[in-house]
C-alpha cells in the first residue's frame, strides 16, 4: 500500500469512536485484501495529483466478526444499531474489502470526528 496513505483506527480509542470502546487493543494497522489496497493506492495517488497537500486517512479496516459482534451488542436496540452490520450476516469489513476513511490535508487533523451529535 502506498506509504502516504495514513492510518488511525479510531476503534483502538475510545476518544474517537462512538461505541466508546477500545475494539483493537493499540492496533495502528490497517489490513486488507491486496486488490482493495492497489485501488487505494491508486486513489491516494489521484488525489495527491489533484490536491499535494492532502492525504486519505484510514480510519477502519478489516474486522474480525468477534468484533463486529461486540460492536453489534453494544448499539443494538438504540438509534445507531443500522450502522453496525448484524455479524450474524458478516460486512464488508470482515472480508477485508471494506475501509472507512477520510481525506485530510496536512496542517489540519480533525481532533474528534465524531461530535456530540453521535455520542
Do not use: C, W
Amino acid at each position: 500500500m502506498d506509504k502516504s496513505i495514513r492510518v488511525d483506527l479510531v476503534n483502538s480509542n475510545p476518544e474517537k469512536n462512538y461505541f466508546r470502546e477500545n475494539y483493537y487493543n493499540g492496533l495502528n494497522k490497517a489490513y486488507l485484501r491486496v486488490e482493495v489496497a492497489k485501488k487505494l493506492s491508486l486513489a491516494q495517488q489521484y488525489l495527491k495529483s489533484q490536491f499535494p497537500d492532502h492525504s486519505i486517512l484510514i480510519m477502519d479496516a478489516a474486522r474480525p466478526r468477534s468484533v463486529s459482534q461486540l460492536m453489534y451488542d453494544k448499539m443494538k436496540g438504540t438509534k445507531f444499531e443500522k450502522f453496525v452490520a448484524n455479524p450474524d450476516r458478516g460486512s464488508m469489513h470482515n472480508y477485508g474489502i471494506a475501509v472507512d476513511l477520510f481525506s485530510i490535508s496536512f496542517g489540519f487533523y480533525p481532533e474528534n470526528l465524531f461530535d456530540a451529535r453521535y455520542s
